[in-house]
Structure formats: structure tokens, C-alpha cells
T-cell receptor
Framework: AQSVTQLGSHVSVSEGALVLLRCNYS??????LFWYVQYPNQGLQLLLK??????LVKGINGFEAEFKKSETSFHLTKPSAHMSDAAEYFC????????????FGQGTRLTINP | DAGVTQSPTHLIKTRGQQVTLRCSPK?????VSWYQQALGQGPQFIFQ???????QRGNFPDRFSGHQFPNYSSELNVNALLLGDSALYLC??????????FGSGTRLTVV
């Protein structure tokens, strides 16, 4: 069965520092992987997605993620954190490109310190 | 171009009551999925509708049911509400191989 594990329910970084949010997945077939961001009292916004075209995926707002099959990981990074990046981040996996069913991780709350 | 629209935004119900949540998909989308997000948790898949039929279902009891209309809008119905049904209910729409677009959700509180 598919599953997603996000390491660290809370991550705190200083403004301008590197952001690294970790995601590992469990899947018996090549997955489609997603990162979504959720701001307070809002729905989910797609940051980026991996669909096997390239292992390094660039998304919106300066975020990127690298698919590493050998490590079954899809970690999210941003070189320099901004105060506006403070939010909840969710990693998700799907078997189909149409994302018929997304399986989400528990989420990581990112806090940015001034 | 309007995105995914959900109504109402907030709702308070009493245990045992029934509730209906509504979702209008993004223009051009024909598939609607519903998710339940409990406080501090990731969203969990409830079910998906396509061509007015339930295409896939998650691990939720029969108290959770849905419907899709010819204009692709959708309703989520929950019967015999329990305190544990309190959550943010998210609707997501998609089309073909595109990624789902999520609405802002309906916050349901059961008291």
C-alpha cells in the first residue's frame, strides 16, 4: 500500500536560511509525487509535482524537489527562506498521473524566524 | 477564472444530524474528489466522482455519501454525525491527467 512519511512535524528556520522539508514514500510501483502548501484557513495550493520527466522538479515561489528512487525520497528545498513561506506543507503520492487518489503525509509546519 | 468553490465555509451541527456540503469545480474540470482533514492531520481521501458516478472510495463508512450533477458540481452528505466528523472538508477538481485543484474547504464542527 502507498504511504507517505514526512520527517518532522515542525521545522523552524531563520529568514534567508535554507529550507529542507523531508518526505519519504512507500510504493511498489513508480509513483507520482506532489508537494502542496496550506496557509491558515485556506485550501491546498500545488507547489510542484514529479511525473517521471525529470528527477529535479522546480515549482512555484522558488521551491524545488528532487526525486531519489534509491532513497524513496522527495525532499522539498528552497535556498533562502522568506517570511511569507510560513505555512503547512504536505507531501502526497499517487499511482496515476491523473491523481485519482492522493495519499498525504501528516504535514510539516514551517516557521520562519526574523 | 473562478477556482474551486465550496459552501458553506463554516458549519456547526449537533451529533446525530445530517449535513450537506457543496462544491463547484474549476471551469473545465469534470472530476471531483472529497477529502477530510482533521485538525493537525493530512487530508484523507473520501471518494471521487466522474460522470456522475462514484469512481473510487477511501476507507470511510457508508454514512458518507456523495453525488455529482450534470454540471460537474458535487455534494458530500454525512448522516448521523459523530463528534469525530469535525474536520475541514476539502473538495478538489481535476480533468484528465491534470493535478487536482483544491478549494478552501468547509469547516464542520459537530457539538
Amino acid at each position: 500500500a502507498q504511504s507517505v512519511t514526512q520527517l518532522g512535524s515542525h521545522v523552524s528556520v531563520s529568514e534567508g536560511a535554507l529550507v529542507l522539508l523531508r518526505c519519504n514514500y512507500s510504493s511498489s510501483v513508480p509513483p507520482y509525487l506532489f508537494w502542496y502548501v496550506q496557509y491558515p484557513n485556506q485550501g491546498l495550493q500545488l507547489l510542484l509535482k514529479y511525473t517521471s520527466a525529470a528527477t529535479l522538479v522546480k515549482g512555484i515561489n522558488g521551491f524545488e524537489a528532487e526525486f531519489k528512487k534509491s532513497e524513496t525520497s522527495f525532499h522539498l528545498t528552497k535556498p533562502s527562506a522568506h517570511m511569507s513561506d510560513a505555512a503547512e506543507y504536505f507531501c502526497a503520492v499517487s499511482f496515476t498521473q491523473g491523481a485519482q487518489k492522493l495519499v498525504f503525509g501528516q504535514g510539516t509546519r514551517l516557521t520562519i524566524n526574523p | 477564472d473562478a477556482g474551486v468553490t465550496q459552501s458553506p465555509t463554516h458549519l456547526i451541527k449537533t451529533r446525530g444530524q445530517q449535513v450537506t456540503l457543496r462544491c463547484s469545480p474549476k471551469s473545465g474540470h469534470d472530476t471531483v474528489s472529497w477529502y477530510q482533514q482533521a485538525l493537525g492531520q493530512g487530508p484523507q481521501f473520501i471518494f471521487q466522482y466522474y460522470e456522475e458516478e462514484e469512481r473510487q472510495r477511501g476507507n470511510f463508512p457508508d454514512r458518507f455519501s456523495g453525488h455529482q450533477f450534470p454540471n460537474y458540481s458535487s455534494e458530500l452528505n454525512v448522516n448521523a454525525l459523530l463528534l469525530g466528523d469535525s474536520a475541514l472538508y476539502l473538495c478538489a477538481s481535476s480533468s484528465g491527467t491534470g493535478s487536482p485543484t483544491f478549494g478552501s474547504g468547509t469547516r464542520l464542527t459537530v457539538v
